[in-house]
């Protein structure tokens, strides 16, 4: 086998990877004899990868994985057989029901080829638009705002921009997690050319600690901010009247609008929450300098009117000439890796391919075009509005491709219920386990990351090959190949394709026609229509539009430079904002949401992601060195508010949605605390990855409503209200090795995958039943006292014995059971003697530290044992401490690894380096003249000597 170069299955940066087969790299080592690296070459990543990234052969080892076609009784089916009853129950739902009784809801981990086939399918020859997307749930909203501004979902910008941008404006975005390769490169843009990096969050993330400015808006107010930073341009006289005159239209209603708010700076500080100083200076600079970047992401997406944000961001950029212009910009940044490639095939419910709407113009060209006579009329049912429809009863059969609903679109115990009830579902999954998979009457096994071959488009417009270099297993097969079976059983022609490759060709060509009808549009694959399979094959990441065949390789390109847009009339339009303000203050009523701080508590979730996870953890939940960073469903809420809701750190609380704002479900679910100071006082903040699969009370979109943006149509997942409650636990802790899951009286049941096998995170109301589930026979039970600095706590310990081995180890107590959870697991399967026992009490006692870097495996102690024997040789060398803290924090980096690989931990690195770099300070010592005894004035400080 020869390198294989091929694209990461994570977020949207869409990074090249280097798949090899025994090579002397070690980084993601398997049992398949693959090493993967990043491709050096590939223009969005350079050879870097994140932690989820390097990981990815080891998801390959998935706990079970679908090899054949099977019916919800587990009965197993041939292809044949399975796209049959497909094809059949389809045909009688439509017959008696009509097209739209018929829905597909696909996944932006779908390849292009994929997606298209699926469209044309749906939309062309089922004759219903109902086919959405769970890009649906992450980029809608700036799909819609480009669409309004600038006549196109085209990103005009490219990663090259952050390079040469002056200032970088991040929103809504905690991109040192979530695209942590293109935050370094951003970190690196900043050191080599001296940008400014201003982030808007009002959280303060791992990216927000490394910005120059930190503007922590209140929750929502991020549409005042940017309408009042128009107005500011406007009021400076800063405005690029000559761009604005040539190439944009409203600007005249947009500005009179935006001055509403710009005359009195100090009150538009005070309503978006920030320093009137803070507020002045990030205008400044926005307005001061020509190669201004500003990204976005889910904290903007995800909101009610993120639509109106993102077009207010976008008239700013507008107002100063700057869209395609080197340096500066409007940039969307992606959530999934094939989300915009999703895009260009239709893949949403509101558009059709090669970014056409419902035009009869348009309509006649793709009829024609596929020669199925004509296509759906009109948009289909988006996400919210599809499952809505499914829960009526008026939609009978759905296809599931690729994602798991039952957890990622909010109120989620009605989608789960909806899909229960449905007459007819099909899922095309990887593995049987996930919520959704678990619904269907039809499972399908589909190719997975490895296995599958196609395209992938990232935010910057790149098109990858993503190539297979494991042979499918079993009876896996694309998606494609899956829908062109039943498109042909039913009847229909224009399936047959040979390969992958085929589908691709098909795809560009329509693009090149739709090039021709409509000249305006700017997405255009022409240059790709006319690849043989080899030239598919050997396709190297290139940038749209691309022209001509001379043009595959290129890089770096920008739309719109020559203010040319795809509207009626050529120019961008100026967008005013329909509302504002739609923040929550106290008392305030907005969008039928009450807040009601001053009577009932409440708090603002705001749902995000781990830096870890992806999604709903179906492919990074089974790995262990992801797991290890957050073991456990959390909540972060400020320390001010545990005594309001009678909370303690480390204990569990009940979430629930805030009476006034709930829908339709009387959910919840429940979390660690976190008492975290850089949280809002009024602002709550939970990853959504959590699902039944890992987790008994499943997660945090049980308690989400529905509600959407009216325009694009997306869940607005952020500034929800909900309070919480405390949940006793009488008996709490651990279990590695043999677990009874449907023990009587478990509330709290959380699975976590290690290096040695897995283990359970438990939790009982009741203490009898906590005992009753220790009571097993054959096992040793006893009790230890464990001392710590939180004080004495009492563990009950169980081993379970089967010939002589050890089985199954529990540990409980009254209060959180901290324990270093490799180390035990490994214990598992060994013979039980007085010296495991001796081991097993060592172990037990030393209780354990949080994982801060996951890419070495350093946790919280050993950032904060280096960092001290930096300070402390200093100390002991030279009696005085001349190492500076950033010298100390280097050497520190450079011996264990952390922070100096993705770069995704490194404000946590910081963070740990920074607490015990100012511990150590504290300490003062003091040595004799006579004896040179070493004394510290510190008894509590254990002598390192």
Known sequence: ??????????????????????????????????????????????????????RLLDSLNQPHTLRYPKLRSGKPLDWDAATQLIADTFQQTIDQYGSDSVAFYLSGQLLTEDYYVANKFVKGFLKTANVDTNSRLCMSSAVSAMQRAFGEDVVPGCYQDFEHAKVIVLIGANTAWTHPVLFQRILAARKTNGCKLVVVDPLSTATAKQADLHLAINPGADLDLFVGLLGFIADNNTLNQRYIDAHTEGVVEAITHAQQFSKNLQTLADSVGVAYSDLVQFYQLFSQHEQVVTATCQGVNQSVNGTDITNAIINCHLALGQIGQVGAGFFSLTGQPNAMGGREVGGLATQLACHMGFA??????????????????????????????????????IWIMGTNPVVSLPNSAKIAKALADCPFVVVSEVSPDSDTAKLADILLPAQGWSEKCGTVTNSERTITRQRSFITAKGQAKPDWWAVSQVAIKMGFNGFDFEHNASVFSEFALLSAKVKQAFPDKHFNLAGLAGLTKTQYDDLVPTQWPVATIEQIGQRHQRVFSHGQFATVSGKAQFITPANVSTHLAKGQSVNGVENSHQNLPALLLNSGRSRDQWHTMTRTGHIASLRASVPEPVIHIHPQQLGLFNLVEG????????????????????????????????????????????????????????????????????????????????????????????????????????????????????????????????SLKWTLTRVSQSGHQLLHIQCNIQKGQLIALKLLSDKPVNVALEPMGAFIGKTLN???????????????????????????????????????????????????????????????????????????VNQCAVANWAEALTYTDTYSDSDTEYQQTNPAKEDVA
């Open 1 to 54: 086998m020869t390198d294989i170069q091929s694209s990461c299955a994570y977020c949207g940066v869409g990074c090249g990877l280097t798949i090899s087969q025994n090579s002397t790299h070690t980084l993601g080592e398997t049992g398949l004899g693959l090493t993967l690296q990043g491709d050096n070459v590939h223009p969005a990543n350079f050879g870097q990868l994140c932690a989820k990234g390097e």
């Open 360 to 397: 009869d113009n348009e309509r006649a060209l793709l009829a024609d075009f596929w020669q199925c006579g004509t296509v759906a009329k009109q948009k289909g049912l988006a996400a919210v509005d599809m499952f809505d429809a499914l829960a009526d009863g008026k939609i009978k059969a």
């Open 651 to 778: 204990g569990l609380a009940r979430i629930q949605a805030e009476q006034k704002t709930k829908s339709t479900s009387q959910d919840f679910t429940m979390a660690r605390v976190v008492a975290d100071k850089d949280m809002p006082v009024d602002v709550a903040s939970m990853s959504m990855h959590w699902s039944k699969q890992f987790s008994l009370t499943q997660g945090i979109n049980q308690v989400i409503d529905s509600r959407v943006d009216p325009i694009s149509l997306q869940p607005g997942f952020k500034c929800q209200a909900v309070t919480l409650s405390p949940v006793i636990l009488a008996l709490q802790g651990v279990v590695f090795g043999d677990h009874d899951k449907a023990a009587i009286g478990l509330c709290w049941q959380v699975a976590q995958t290690l290096t040695s096998g897995i283990c359970h995170h438990i939790g009982f109301e009741n203490q009898q039943d906590g005992f009753a589930y220790q009571a097993t026979p054959y």
């Open 834 to 908: 007085s010296q495991l026992l001796s081991q097993l009490h060592q172990q037990i006692k030393a209780g354990n530290s949080p994982l801060i870097c996951a890419c070495t495996g350093m946790t919280e102690a050993d950032i904060g044992d280096e960092i001290n024997l930096q300070f402390n040789q200093q100390v002991f060398n030279q009696g005085v401490t001349n190492l500076s803290f950033e010298q100390a924090l280097d050497v520190t980096q450079s011996t264990l690894g952390c922070g100096r690989q993705c770069g995704s931990c490194q404000s946590e």
